[in-house]
């Protein structure tokens, strides 16, 4: 019974919180919630992962300081603040 | 008594995928907690762990993070308990931290790189390292710092002020500061000796008085002055009418320590700030008198991650990104 314990513990652990659906970045100008470019969510529902500009993406913009958005959709339709760099 | 081991081994396996932990902490002994002290949570928690500051009636004290963590807090609105602490300090060893909904009631700095400080209220700001970012906070003198200065840092969707060098603030290095509301002790002086080392760009932001003639190596795009408008300015502007876009209380609203006049500003019913967006077209900051307050644990996703990995010529410029829903 104890092994069962710990092993619900372990996989609610793994389970919780998994729940986005939508992920998305933006190089500058914000495009609207949904029209940025499509990160890819894993299976757990979770994102962890690396975002790459590649250097022809790059090569396209002005010189200038430029910002990356990144934000997230969960299942409830509810999207996160969107970070910057 | 097979399938129990069986059982045991799967979970034993599981448990060894080295889930990141979260821990509870509250200072109010009439909720059930973790841990009663940042401290204790601290020195359980781990590289990747989460500690939650519960809202309480009492400060946590001085907080020092010495490993990459998650630190989060908030404010329960209707009652007012908030996660204060004293000073809040993310030491080099907590490099890529994340500190979000934080109310301190001294000094809040950043001494490793990639840390992140998010919705969170400051007397003070001080950023040594390179790399981090402040986005929807409230502070009070901003200090950027550290050798010739860091770089890259990132100042978005916050108010913060700059003082004269009597109380050393100043900046430094290189900066992107976008859609922020940045006010200048002293009226009668100027931004010249502030402002005039750093580097980068300030946008979409709203810098009170104060001329601003100095040979500024900063460019502003897109800012609203209520001095005289840099050399370097690109769409600049002059505030037609300082009334119509922020206004400043008087006295401290309850609840703001004394002679922190800084933290006073809120932004007019009717200010361009206000209807503000992320195109970079309008001008101001997002959010009303304490852009940071929130209720306790928004049901939103959060970004835990956000940083470059690498940037080279052949393969771009790499960032790695953590987010999960909340529970």
């Known amino acids: 019974m104890k092994a069962f314990v710990v092993l619900l513990l372990a996989l609610s652990r793994m389970w919780a919180g998994a729940a986005l659906t939508q992920g998305e970045y933006f190089v500058d100008g914000d495009p609207g919630l949904g029209n940025g470019v499509a990160l890819a969510i894993g299976p757990n529902g979770d994102f962890s992962g690396e975002v790459t500009l590649?250097?022809?993406?790059?090569?396209?913009?002005?010189?200038?300081v430029h910002f990356v958005g990144v934000r997230f959709k969960d299942e409830a339709g509810n999207w996160g603040l969107t970070s910057y760099q | 008594?097979?399938?129990?081991?069986?059982?045991?081994?799967?979970?034993?396996?599981?448990?060894g995928l080295g889930f990141a932990e979260t821990h509870i902490v509250n200072n109010n002994e009439t909720h059930s907690a973790d841990f009663r002290s940042f401290q204790e949570a601290h020195d359980a928690a781990v590289a990747g762990d989460t500690i939650i500051l519960m809202p309480s009636g009492r400060s946590y004290g001085d907080v020092t993070v010495e490993k990459p963590l998650t630190l989060w807090g908030g404010q329960n609105v209707s009652s007012g308990a908030r996660s204060e602490v004293g000073n809040l300090l993310l030491n080099e060893t907590a490099a890529g931290s994340l500190a979000e909904g934080i109310w301190a009631n001294g000094a809040a700095t950043l001494n490793g790189m990639n840390c992140v400080l998010k919705r969170c209220q400051a007397l003070s700001l001080n950023i040594y390292q390179?790399?981090?970012?402040?986005e929807s906070c409230h502070v009070g003198f901003l200090k950027h710092i550290g050798g010739e200065g860091p770089v890259g840092t990132v100042i978005r969707n916050t108010i913060f002020r700059v003082s004269s060098n009597s109380l050393n603030s100043y900046l430094l290095g290189s900066l992107t500061v976008d859609h922020c509301f940045i006010d200048r002790e002293h009226t009668g002086g100027n931004f010249n000796h502030i402002w005039g080392r750093a580097t980068g760009m300030?946008?979409?932001?709203?810098?009170?008085?104060?001329?601003?003639t100095a040979p500024y190596t900063l460019s502003f795009d897109h800012c609203l002055f209520f001095g005289s408008i840099p050399s370097t300015s690109s769409n600049g502007t002059s505030a037609p009418n300082s009334a119509d876009t922020f206004v400043g209380h008087p006295t401290p609203p309850a609840g703001f320590p004394p002679g922190e006049t800084s933290r006073?500003?809120?932004?007019k019913a009717g200010s361009p700030a206000l209807t503000g967006d992320g195109s970079g077209g309008q001008q101001g900051i997002f959010g009303g008198e304490a852009p940071f307050v929130h209720g306790f644990h928004p049901a939103v996703p959060r970004i835990t991650m956000f940083k470059k990995l690498s940037s080279n010529p052949t393969n771009g410029i790499t960032f790695r990104v953590e987010a999960s829903s909340q529970e």
């Open chain 2, 130 to 134: 390179d790399s981090c970012t402040v």
């Open chain 1, 54 to 64: 590649a250097p022809s993406e790059i090569a396209s913009l002005p010189d200038g």
């Open chain 2, 1 to 15: 008594m097979k399938i129990n081991h069986s059982l045991l081994a799967i979970a034993a396996a599981l448990t």
């Open chain 2, 264 to 267: 006073y500003y809120e932004l």
């Open chain 2, 202 to 212: 300030v946008s979409n932001s709203i810098l009170t008085a104060g001329s601003m």
